[in-house]
């Protein structure tokens, strides 16, 4: 067995992008979450009025699809793939925001950055709806859940 080691450097310890041109293309789905911890007041106006910039929760999602698609333009070295599918759910809790995010293609590399990306963008854009309610909304526990295809496999937390 070889010893694990980061793919996205060299032999040099130079970073690169790795060549996937000979991996099968494959279905491959990632799901990833997050929540964005925010205040009673902004929990009962996002169940109620809403928030003073508008439907925080809509624009949010908006804002996870549009964030996953825009991947390798914020993460260097992730290849751009093509998306063949983004959901992305939230739910209001009693203290947070929940986000949930699955990204799905059919390609030579996995879309396990394209869902947490998803995530953190939707997140993000939740603070910037609440932050006139909320300055102290923060975003926590950004993680991947599971995912699937590609030569490694299905993998689960």
């Known amino acids: 067995m070889t010893e694990p080691r980061l793919t996205h450097v060299d032999e040099t310890g130079a970073a690169r992008m790795v060549d996937v041109s000979a991996k099968p293309v494959t279905a491959r789905v990632a799901t990833a979450a997050g929540r964005v911890l925010v205040s009673p007041e902004v929990v009962a106006l996002l169940r109620g009025a809403g928030v003073p910039k508008g439907d925080a929760v809509a624009v949010a999602r908006i804002a996870g699809i549009a964030g996953a698609k825009r991947t390798p333009d914020l993460v260097p070295l992730c290849h751009p793939i093509a998306l063949h599918g983004v959901t992305v759910d939230l739910e209001i ?10 990204a799905r ?7 396990e950055m394209e869902a947490l990306t998803s995530v953190a963008v939707a997140g993000l854009t939740m603070i910037d709806m609440v932050k006139a309610v909320d300055p102290r909304a923060s975003i926590t526990d950004v ?15």
Not at 93 to 102: G, H, K, L, Y
Not at 143 to 157: E, F, Q
């Open 93 to 102: 809790t009693d203290e947070a925001v929940e986000i949930t995010a699955t």
């Open 105 to 111: 293609t059919a390609d030579r590399t996995g879309v």
């Open 143 to 157: 993680r991947l859940l599971t995912k699937s295809g590609g030569k490694s496999g299905d993998w689960s937390r």
